[in-house]
């Protein structure tokens, strides 16, 4: 367990840290997480998903999805492969508790990391 590879990252009113390799925790709410939502003046933190509770599709064109799912709450990250980037954009809440994330990264490539 440690600090997440991406942390505290801001869209809007919220905070979003994320590890798609192991949990972490963070705030009183996100303990042993994959993903955790802070809001900006930290009065509320939600857990978003867990690293034990994920699936993963692959569409008809290559594109690859993790699904992260708790209780109440749903993340969808997309996986870019990429050599030069190593970022993780917030697309935002698309649906009420439905968030949308975007991991570029050379890890979201076969056999890179």
């Known amino acids: 367990m440690g600090i997440p590879a991406f ?7 919220f905070y979003y840290s994320y590890n798609p390799c192991y949990p972490f925790s ?3 709410a996100c303990i042993n997480v994959a993903i955790c939502q802070i809001y900006k003046d930290e ?6 998903g ?3 509770q994920v699936t993963w599709s692959i569409s008809a064109d290559g594109k690859v999805t993790l699904i992260y799912s708790t209780d109440d709450r749903q993340t969808i990250v997309n996986l870019v ?3 030069e980037l190593d970022q993780l954009i917030i697309n ?14 050379k890890c979201a490539c076969w056999n890179q990391c």
Do not use: P
Request: charged residues 20%; contains cysteine.
């Open 92 to 105: 935002g809440e698309y649906e009420h508790k439905h968030y949308n994330l975007t991991l570029s990264s």
């Open 43 to 48: 009065s509320a933190s939600f857990i978003l």
């Open 7 to 13: 942390r505290h990252i801001r869209n809007g009113e």
């Open 26 to 28: 963070e705030e009183s």
């Open 81 to 83: 492969c990429s050599q």
């Open 50 to 52: 867990y690293n034990s």
